[in-house]
């Protein structure tokens, strides 16, 4: 089971990243897939879930309306498109997949990590 995040960076507050999340050794369709965020000092927090087969989506709040969770199950690949960055948003942005959406990180399968840096 392999979890590889890319798309991190630096970028000013306002601007947008696109994370992606490429998946591989289980069934993708078979797997919700979450997003978390660390930033230093602070604990992992929630960030979004697609379910699996893909029919639905959730977000925290802080995120609404400025983040958007997609996937292209062809690439068994899911996104994370965030708009509108915060200096606060600066993060360790982690996938993970597990059987169901939760906002607890009882995920079976992490990735690594892409670090986002939202200068203000």
């Known amino acids: 089971v392999q979890l590889v995040e890319s798309g991190g960076g630096l970028v000013q507050a306002g601007g947008s990243l696109r994370l992606s999340c490429a998946a591989s050794?289980?069934?993708?369709?078979?797997?919700?897939i979450g997003w978390f965020r660390q930033a230093p000092g602070k604990e992992r927090e929630w960030v979004s879930c697609?379910?699996?087969?893909?029919?639905?989506?959730y977000y925290a709040d802080s995120m609404k309306g400025r983040f958007t969770i997609s996937s292209d199950n062809a690439k068994n690949t899911v996104y994370l498109q965030m708009n509108s960055l915060k200096p606060e948003d600066t993060a360790v942005y982690y996938c993970?997949?597990?059987?169901?959406?939760?906002?607890?990180?009882?995920?079976?399968?992490w990735g690594q990590g892409t670090q986002v840096t939202v200068s203000s």
């Open positions: 697609i379910s699996s087969r893909r029919g639905n989506t």
């Open positions: 050794g289980f069934p993708f369709d078979d797997y919700a």
């Open positions: 993970a997949a597990d059987l169901i959406c939760s906002r607890s990180s009882r995920y079976d399968h």
